[in-house]
């Protein structure tokens, strides 16, 4: 079974420009997140998706980040424009469900995003 | 808001020794996760606790949750160099959603 898979797997931009993560679930998975992990600490989550609706985007900086499930399968994130402090590992990972049942997640490999 | 905390989060220990790596959460979850990153990787599934009392070991890993202490423990026996590398507990208070202790950065030296 293949896994959770992101590209690209590093990206390094200067600030106020722009950037887009993509990742695509492990087959079947209704429950994509992403999570953004600063180096040093542990992920933190930006966004849930069940299939192509957000669960839970409380913690995503709306003001430059944005997210979206199309048809709820791929996902992508993107980050316009990029502060310095965006300088982290983006994850993603996959679940079969959510909504109170206990399903474990899968993460993808990362992106590692550098800003300078 | 749920707060998970981890200690130590160093840890230099010796092949052969033993050592227990701690995990406080602030909530009454009693779904708790340990995984393992490995330098430049993802995180690794280790263990799923879902009750009060539940132990679940592999290899030299071995986890344990206590609900009512608000506590989980991650016990290494006998610790071996590819046991390098930084666990991360995690608790799930509800619906699915993982909030993430910082990390325990195990190092074993010959």
């Known amino acids: 079974e293949a896994g959770v898979a992101q590209s690209p797997r590093y990206k390094i931009i200067e600030k106020r420009q722009s950037v887009a993560f993509w990742c695509n679930p492990i087959?079947?998975?209704?429950?994509l997140y992403w999570y953004q992990q600063i180096l040093g600490q542990g992920p933190k989550l930006l966004i849930q998706f069940q299939n192509n609706g957000v669960v839970d985007d409380s913690q995503l900086p709306k003001d430059r980040f944005s997210a979206e499930r199309l048809k709820g399968v791929d996902s992508t994130l993107k980050i316009q424009p990029a502060k310095l402090e965006d300088s982290a590992v983006y994850l993603c990972?996959?679940?079969?469900?959510?909504?109170?049942?206990?399903?474990?997640?899968?993460f993808g490999p990362g992106t590692r995003l550098t800003v300078l | 808001e749920l707060k998970v905390e981890q200690n130590p989060l160093f840890l230099s220990m010796q092949e052969g020794k033993n050592y227990t790596i701690y995990c406080n959460y602030s909530?009454?979850?009693?779904?708790l996760y340990w995984y393992r990153q490995d330098p430049g990787k993802s995180l690794e599934s280790l263990f799923v606790l879902l009750s009060n009392g539940a132990v679940k070991q592999e290899g030299r890993l071995m986890a344990s949750l206590d609900t009512k202490a608000r506590l989980s423990t991650l016990h290494i026996t006998a610790a071996v160099h590819d046991l390098s590398a930084t666990y991360f507990c995690a608790v799930s208070e509800y619906s699915d959603q993982l909030t993430f202790g910082k990390g325990t950065k195990l190092s074993v030296i010959p």
């Open positions: 087959s079947g998975h209704a429950t």
């Open positions: 909530t009454t979850s009693d779904r």
């Open positions: 990972a996959s679940s079969l469900g959510g909504g109170g049942s206990v399903y474990e997640q899968f």
